[in-house]
């Protein structure tokens, strides 16, 4: 069909020109979920989530796309429960898009492919000192997957979207305050879980994923506003920062576990 030659054609893209894989990798991101191969597990308890806009940093533009940091040094946004089984901190939130909005989300929900899909990144901060040591460990990290699909003007998204400007190139960062993160996530409380990886460099095979059954909807000049981004840094010719998703990566010996029927 017409996705699978997109996702071909993005496989060869530049920034995935060898398609990279981690030598002996047994559980990589992202991956296809199978609705109907999903299990429910009546076990997976509703996912806690408490944000503190406090927390929060700046935004910056790191040459493979924009990132939202928060201030991680106490228990103040952290996410618990859901297939966690410790207490996760967010570290940051940043997105994966396409140049066009036929792709540019990382999962695939029976190979459907949304224009975006927003990670908030979070680590295991009961086991690991930092962030740092967490990214190597089996269960150090928990990322929210949140589709994006083409709609309604997203409110909560605006204070993001109006910020972008000011980080266009690589390496520019500014000042970001008091956003909570959680008016990003849709209200339903379903999601999909599965043991996965990081989806670039160092692509480690530590990431707990949480993959939310609802897409949110944003408009499309909010999605047009993430398509002026760079890769490059100024000076340097012009790249735009789009189609910074990895491709779909072999689900091997795994099962998705699902929180509803
Ligand atoms: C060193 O920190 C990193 C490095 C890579 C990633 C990539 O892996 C996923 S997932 N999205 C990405 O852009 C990351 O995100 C959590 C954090
Ligand atoms: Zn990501």
Known sequence: GTCC??????????LWQSPLS?????????????WRDSIFDPYLRPLKISYDPDTCLHIWNNGYSFLVEFEDSADKSIIMGGPLENQYRLKQFHFHWGAINEWGSEHTI????????????HWNAVKYESFEDAVMEGNGLAVIGVFLKLGAYHDGLQKLVDALPAVKHKDEIVE??????????????????????LTTP??????TWIIKKKAIEVDEDQLEAFRMLLFTSPGEEEKRMVDNFRPLQPLMNRTVRSSFQ
Not at 5 to 14: G, I, K, N, T, V
Not at 202 to 207: D, G, H, R
């Open 5 to 14: 030659s997109y996702r071909l054609r993005d496989a060869l893209h530049p």
């Open 22 to 34: 981690v030598p002996g990798g047994t559980r990589q991101s992202p991956i296809d979920i199978q």
């Open 110 to 121: 029976d190979s459907r492919v949304y224009p975006a899909e927003l990670h908030l990144v």
């Open 176 to 197: 970001f305050d008091s956003f909570d993160p959680s008016c990003l996530l849709p209200s339903c409380p379903d999601y999909w879980t599965y043991a996965g990886s």
């Open 202 to 207: 160092p692509l480690t095979e530590s990431v």
